[in-house]
């Protein structure tokens, strides 16, 4: 099974359609996420109250795979710090670099360290939310993989890398 946790825009609405289609029709089961701000552009954000609608969607089912975009990378990270789930695999797409606080940094770089053989990421040489070299100086001393693409977008909808990756 494998969780796709999207950016926070409703703008990524339709990279979370495009992916999770991709998935399916690679013969993937997918558990796609929904921001609660995407139906009700009143509710806050509110990491705990979404990890919470996760864990009802997953209900239990073992998660092999996550692939995160954003800031879902940061709840994606929360989750793993958790130890509510244990994939074999794991993407992220587009680290926020430049939106997370400096707390959120630790905790991302914490998380990463644990997953580190585990984690892919995905990320634009210029993205406005933090370059290629912003993430690199974010991951200093820690190993990582990352795939760069060549663009100055925040957008990350890349199935065929991203199945590529997951079939390696």
Not at 57 to 82: F, R
Not at 138 to 156: A, F, G, P, V
């Amino acid at each position: 099974m494998i969780l796709y946790l999207p950016g926070f825009s409703l703008k990524n609405k339709d990279e979370l359609k495009s992916i999770s289609a991709a998935l399916i029709s690679d013969g993937n089961e997918v558990i796609s996420h929904e921001w609660r701000h995407w139906a009700d552009g009143t509710a806050p954000w509110d990491v705990p109250i979404e990890i919470s609608l996760i864990k009802e969607k997953m209900n239990n089912q073992q998660i092999d795979l996550v692939i995160a975009k954003s800031l879902g990378t940061y709840v994606a990270a929360n989750i793993l710090w958790e130890k509510l789930i244990d994939p074999g695999k794991i993407i992220f797409l587009g680290v926020p670099v430049c939106d997370l606080s400096e707390d959120e940094k630790e905790l991302m770089q914490l998380v990463i360290r644990r997953v580190k053989d585990k984690i892919t990421f995905v990320h634009n040489s210029l993205d406005p939310k933090g370059t290629i070299e912003d993430l690199n100086f974010m991951l200093l001393n820690i190993d990582h993989d990352i795939r760069i693409k060549e663009s100055d977008t925040h957008q990350y909808d890349y199935p065929e890398d991203i199945l590529s990756i997951i079939n390696e």
